[in-house]
């Protein structure tokens, strides 16, 4: 079963002269998370806003090629019903708060009333996830009234508690610190263990390291690559692209260079650690 597929799609924003996405084909697998990468306006967001079917149901423009997701062309989807499918998780928390609830617990529990979950239930899943995120404090709060990080949590806590099966996460720790940051992946990767399938934008390349299946690398509104994990991290095609490595994986390519290599090249900082240690045993044992 293939979720989403792309072939040959251009499109170019109605304000626009220049493509935001040209001659991109793509298909997304069940079960996986896909990490998007590249320079800001490399067409990232477009993407997103293309799988999530706001292009072109939402942003107006010039769309070409093909786009099928779960098998049905996407301008046949209703727009009501394909938000029932896919999560989306927006890159600038401000747009996606409701500004019709007068507390978080409320703005959480929206999606919810609208698909008609019964009010146990949707208690029971808003509370669920609110403990998940940590923001318990925030629940009495008004939305309206939070920072740009709080915002991101509460838009991040609405999409988890649909538990659609498909979910569309677009900068997610954008105005997070680090601490927020590795807990907003905790999530995710929760989310992955659950079988959800994921399409993650983020410029953190050494936690997309960590979680992603496969990484789709984007420049100027085209994919350059697009495949598994530790094959795009260790590509020369990232420096094409100017997206950075993990710290650990420059460091590996530069003993490298040196003429000094690891027995492999790590992309983690767990298997950067057993490296190190197998080198520096490998060196005791040698006097």
């Not at 907003?184 to 399938?197: A, E, N, Y």
């Amino acid at each position: 079963m293939v979720l989403v597929s792309i072939k040959n799609v251009g499109f170019t924003y109605a304000y626009s002269e220049e493509p935001a996405l040209t001659n991109v084909s793509l298909e997304i697998l069940p079960g996986l998370l896909y990490g998007v990468v590249g320079l800001n306006a490399s067409g990232k967001s477009t993407l997103c806003s293309l799988i999530r079917g706001l292009i072109p149901h939402f942003h107006d423009g010039e769309l070409t090629g093909t786009v099928e997701i779960l098998g049905k062309n996407l301008t046949d989807w209703d727009p009501a019903e394909l938000s029932r499918q896919i999560g989306y998780v927006f890159q600038n928390p401000f747009t996606q708060i409701s500004g019709v609830k007068d507390t978080v617990f409320e703005e959480i529990a929206l999606g919810l009333e609208n698909l008609g979950v019964p009010r146990e239930e949707m208690i029971s899943r808003v509370n669920e996830v609110v403990a998940q995120l940590g923001i318990e404090a925030l629940i009495e709060k008004n939305p309206n009234e939070l920072s740009g990080g709080q915002r991101q949590k509460v838009a991040f806590a609405s999409i988890i508690a649909m538990d659609a099966d498909f979910i569309v996460i677009d900068e997610p720790t954008s105005q997070l610190d680090p601490d927020a940051s590795e807990a907003v992946f905790g999530i995710i990767r929760d989310l992955k263990k659950r079988g959800k399938s994921i399409i993650l934008v983020e410029h953190k390349i050494d936690l997309m390291a960590e979680y992603a299946d496969r990484i789709i690398v984007m420049k100027e509104g085209r994919i350059v690559m697009e495949g598994d994990v530790r094959e795009v991290l260790t590509s020369p095609t990232l420096d094409d692209a100017q997206v950075p490595r993990p710290e650990v994986t420059e460091l590996a390519l530069a003993l490298e260079r040196a003429g000094r290599p690891l027995s492999s090249v790590p992309i983690t900082r767990a298997e950067a650690q057993l490296l190190v240690r197998e080198r520096m045993e490998g060196l005791a044992r040698a006097h």
